[in-house]
C-alpha cells in the first residue's frame, strides 16, 4: 500500500575535530509495498520468549521477555541481516546501568516498537561486560556521530555491520520516529546509507583508539620531567576543598590516586601525599562510601562526595581497597587501614561466589527506583536502634529534615561534629563516637528487610584479578588468612572455569558457563594478581601461571607498533582492532600489561618483557605526555622503569626470623620491588630455572638472608628488617614513611 513516510536523510557535510557533524533532512517519499510476513509478533515474542532466553548474562536475561525479538551477537542474526537484506539495530548496556533500565521500560517493553523494530529490523543485544571488545569500537562510531557516547549505546548498522547512526538514550516517541525514518532512508536512499556507513567506518578505523598512532618509530621516552608535569596537572586540577579532581559528578579514579601516592613515595614530594590523604578523608566521609554495608558506590553526582548513583562495581572496590591499604600503612592511619579491610570483607561477604570468585555488580535500583535500598529518615534510624540512641545517631550520620536525598531521605555520612553532636544531646563524646560501631549490625539488619538491588552473578577475569590482587595486599597488610583464602579460591575459580588451555582465557561466565574470548585486560590483571599472589604465599605455581598468560598475551595481542590491542588476533573485529591507550575507572589493558610485564621482569629477569615496556613507552611519549593524568598508570609504569627497581630475594626456611623480614617488607606494599623466597640452601634446581635471580642466594651462618638487587647487582645482604628498608628506599625518597 502507498503511505507518504518522512524519510532521514544523512550527509555527512563536515569532519571537524575528529566529529562528523550530521544534518537531518525530512522529505517525503513514497513507501513500496510491504513485503510478507517473515517476523514474529510482539505477541509471539511475549509468548515464546526472544532469542535471549538461553544466554547467561544477567542483562541480556533483562531483555529476555521483552516484545523485541532480540538476538545476542551471534552468526544467527548476523547471517539474518544479510539473508533478509534488514538493517542491524544494536543496543549495548550492562545489568546495573540506570538508563539502560529506562530505555527498556519506556521504549523496548512496548508493543508498538517491538512490531516495528522486529519487521524492519535484526536486533541485538550485547553486554558490554561480556563484550568490551564491540563496546569499544562501536562507542567510537557514536562518539564520531554525536561527540559524545554512553550506555545504552544504541547503533544502527548496515547488513555488513558497519555503522551508519547512534546514539545513546532515546525516549519511547523519538526512538519510534527515528526508526521509521532510518528503515525509510535505508530503503529508498540504500546507496546513501551504504556511502556514509563506508565513511564513517572508514574514519572509525583510522582512529589512534583502533589502530594506534601514526608514527614511525621511536619520538622521545617518558622522562622524569614528564612524570612531574602529571603530577602538576593533577595538582592544578584538584578540588581543595572537597579533593578529587573538579568536577560536578566524582568519579573515585583509584589509579590516578595511586600513580600520585607513587609519586610521592619515588619523590618524597608531600604535597601529593597529602591530595590522596584528603582525596580519601573526603570519600571516606561522604556518601559515595557505603558505611552500613561496606564499600562504595561508583560516582557521586555532587562534588562533595555526598549523593551516589548507587551502583556498586567489583572493579571499584578492589582498587579502592589495595589504594585505601598502601594509604593506610604508608601514612600510619588505622581508619585508612580499616576501611580497605573493610571494602574487602563486603567483598567476601556480598560479592563472593560459593566456588570462590567474585561477582561483577550490584544495580543502582532497587525494586524500581534509585538508591531506596541505601538511604534513611531520622525515624528509621531510631526504629532500627533504639529511642535513646536513635536521635542521636541520625545527627551523627547526617540524617535529618528535609534529607540530602529524594522524598525527605539521606544519604548517610560521617562528617558531624562528634564533640558538637555530644553537646546537643548532653552525653559524652566518647559514647556518641562509638555509638556507629555499637548500632552498625542493627542498622544492617534492618536495611536487608527492604527490597535489594540487583546483584549480577557474571564473573568477569580482569575484575576478578583486580579483586585477587587487592586480596593479596589485605593479606600483606593484616595477615589475615581470610583474605588469602579469598584470593586462592578466586585463582582456582578462574583457571578452573576461565582458562582455556594453550594459554586462553574466557572472558566472563555465568553461572559455571564460560563465554566469549578474553581480551588484553583479562590476561593482565589476572596475571598481576596471580603475581602478588606469588609474593605473599611463595608458591612457583602462581609464578608458573601468571608467566604463561603473559607470553601467550605477548603473542596473541601485540601490536606491530608497540604495546597492544584489545582484542587478540584470533578474535572477530567487525571495525578493526581496538588499541585501549586510555585510562579511566579502569587502567588501560594497555597500561595494566606493561605493569605485569615490569614485575615478571624483575621476578625472572627476563629482559624481553622489560623491552616491551620501554618499546612501548618510547612509541607512545608523545601521546603520554599530551595526556597526561589521562594515563596515569603508563606513568606509574614509567616511574618503576625508570628504576630503580628492585627484586628482593629472602633466603631462609620456615621460622620466626623469616617471617619477620618477609612480613615487614610485604606489610608496606612496596611498589619499588618484587619479592622472592627460597630455602636456607638456596633455590632448587627448578625455582632457580624459574627465577633466576634468586640462584645462588643462601642463608648465611644459619641466619635468613635478603638481598636487595637490580638484574643481578646486588645490594650487601641484610638480616635485619630495618636495613633492608633503608636498601630499598635509596632512590625511592618517601618509600616508606610520610
Not at 586462553?504 to 583479562?522: C, K, M
Request: include cysteine; aromatic fraction near 10%; charge should be negative.
Amino acid at each position: 500500500m502507498n503511505k507518504i513516510f518522512w524519510v532521514l536523510r544523512l550527509r555527512i557535510l563536515a569532519l571537524t575535530a575528529g566529529v562528523f557533524t550530521l544534518t537531518l533532512f525530512l522529505v517525503g517519499v513514497s513507501m513500496k509495498n510491504q513485503p510478507a510476513k517473515t517476523y514474529r509478533s510482539p505477541e509471539e515474542v511475549r509468548r515464546e520468549g526472544n532469542r535471549l532466553q538461553n544466554e547467561s548474562s544477567l542483562y541480556l536475561q533483562q531483555h529476555a521477555h521483552n516484545p523485541v525479538d532480540w538476538y545476542p551477537w551471534s552468526e544467527e542474526a548476523l547471517t539474518k541481516a544479510k539473508s533478509e537484506d534488514k538493517p542491524i539495530f544494536l543496543s549495548i548496556g550492562y545489568s546495573s546501568c540506570h538508563w539502560c533500565h529506562v530505555m527498556e521500560h519506556e521504549v523496548f517493553d512496548h508493543d508498538d516498537v517491538a512490531e516495528f523494530m522486529n519487521q524492519h529490523f535484526v536486533n541485538i543485544k550485547v553486554d558490554r561486560e561480556e563484550r568490551p571488545d564491540l563496546d569499544a569500537v562501536y562507542m567510537e562510531a557514536v562518539q564520531a556521530i554525536t561527540g559524545r557516547g554512553g550506555w545504552p549505546l544504541s547503533v544502527f548498522l548496515t547488513s555488513d555491520q558497519k555503522p551508519f547512526f547512534g546514539g545513546t538514550y532515546f525516549p519511547h516517541d523519538q526512538f519510534l520516529q527515528l526508526v521509521n525514518q532510518i528503515n525509510s532512508v535505508y530503503q529508498e536512499r540504500r546507496d546513501e546509507v551504504v556511502k556514509q556507513s563506508e565513511l564513517l567506518t572508514e574514519r572509525v578505523a583510522s582512529l589512534p583508539n583502533l589502530v594506534g598512532l601514526p608514527g614511525s618509530g621511536p619520538t622521545a621516552s617518558v622522562t622524569p620531567e614528564m612524570i612531574a608535569s602529571a603530577a602538576l596537572q593533577a595538582e592544578t586540577n584538584y578540588d581543595l576543598k572537597w579533593g578529587g579532581f573538579n568536577a560536578e559528578q566524582k568519579f573515585p579514579t583509584p589509579a590516578r590516586w595511586q600513580f600520585l601516592l607513587h609519586h610521592y613515595r619515588k619523590t618524597g614530594d608531600r604535597r601529593y601525599a597529602n591530595l590522596v590523604q584528603q582525596t580519601l578523608n573526603n570519600m571516606a566521609s561522604g556518601g559515595i562510601h557505603d558505611h552500613v554495608g561496606g564499600g562504595f558506590h561508583r560516582y557521586t553526582v555532587d562534588k562533595k562526595w555526598i549523593v551516589p548513583h548507587f551502583e556498586k562495581m567489583l572493579y571499584d572496590n578492589a582498587q579502592l581497597a589495595s589504594l585505601y591499604l598502601e594509604a593506610g600503612t604508608l601514612m600510619g592511619r588505622d581508619d585508612f587501614l580499616s576501611i580497605g579491610k573493610d571494602v574487602l570483607d563486603f567483598l567476601i561477604r556480598e560479592m563472593g561466589n560459593e566456588a570462590g570468585a567474585f561477582y561483577s555488580s550490584f544495580d543502582a535500583d532497587s525494586g524500581g527506583q534509585e538508591g531506596t535500598y541505601y538511604v534513611w529518615t531520622p525515624d528509621e534510624i531510631t526504629i532500627a536502634t533504639s529511642a535513646d540512641d536513635g536521635p542521636v545517631l541520625a545527627e551523627l550520620l547526617g540524617v535529618g529534615l528535609p534529607g540530602n536525598f529524594e522524598h525527605g531521605t539521606s544519604v548517610l555520612t560521617r562528617r558531624a561534629n562528634v564533640e558538637e553532636v555530644a553537646a546537643d544531646y548532653e552525653r559524652d563524646p566518647v559514647e556518641v563516637s562509638d555509638l556507629f560501631a555499637k548500632h552498625r549490625a542493627n542498622l544492617r539488619t534492618y536495611r536487608a528487610k527492604r527490597v535489594a538491588p540487583g546483584l549480577d552473578k557474571k564473573i568477569v577475569t580482569s575484575w576478578n584479578g583486580m579483586a585477587i590482587s587487592a586480596m593479596a595486599h589485605g593479606y600483606a597488610v593484616s595477615g589475615e588468612n581470610r583474605y588469602l583464602e579469598a584470593g586462592l579460591k578466586a585463582v582456582s575459580y578462574l583457571w578452573r572455569v576461565h582458562y582455556r588451555g594453550d594459554g586462553q582465557l574466557y572472558r566472563a561466565s555465568n553461572e559455571g558457563r564460560s563465554v566469549h574470548d578474553g581480551i588484553l585486560d583479562d590476561y593482565a590483571f589476572f596475571a598481576s594478581g596471580l603475581l602478588d599472589m606469588y609474593q605473599v604465599t611463595g608458591e612457583a605455581d602462581h609464578l608458573e601461571k601468571a608467566l604463561f598468560l603473559l607470553e601467550y598475551a605477548r603473542g596473541e595481542f601485540r601490536h606491530e607498533k608497540g604495546g597492544f590491542y584489545m582484542s587478540g588476533a584470533s578474535s572477530e573485529a567487525p571495525l578493526g582492532r581496538a588499541v585501549d591507550f586510555f585510562d579511566s575507572v579502569i587502567p588501560s589493558g594497555n597500561a595494566a600489561m606493561l605493569q605485569a610485564l615490569l614485575s615478571a621482569a624483575a621476578l625472572t629477569g627476563n629482559r624481553d618483557y622489560r623491552q616491551d615496556v620501554s618499546h612501548a613507552m618510547t612509541v607512545y611519549a608523545n601521546l603520554i605526555e599530551k595526556a597526561l593524568m589521562e594515563m596515569s598508570w603508563w606513568l606509574d609504569a614509567a616511574v618503576k622503569l625508570n628504576g630503580p627497581f628492585y627484586e628482593v630475594i629472602v633466603a631462609g626456611d620456615s621460622g620466626d626470623q623469616t617471617e619477620t623480614l618477609v612480613t615487614q617488607l610485604l606489610r608496606t606494599l612496596p611498589v619499588n620491588a618484587v619479592v622472592v623466597r627460597v630455602p636456607a640452601s638456596g633455590p632448587s634446581s627448578d625455582l632457580a630455572k624459574l627465577v633466576p635471580p634468586a640462584a645462588g642466594k643462601k642463608a648465611v651462618d644459619g641466619k635468613t638472608m635478603a638481598y636487595v638487587c637490580e638484574f643481578g647487582a646486588c645490594q650487601q645482604p641484610t638480616a635485619d628488617a630495618e636495613t633492608l628498608l633503608e636498601q630499598l628506599a635509596e632512590g625511592w625518597k618517601g618509600a616508606h614513611t610520610y
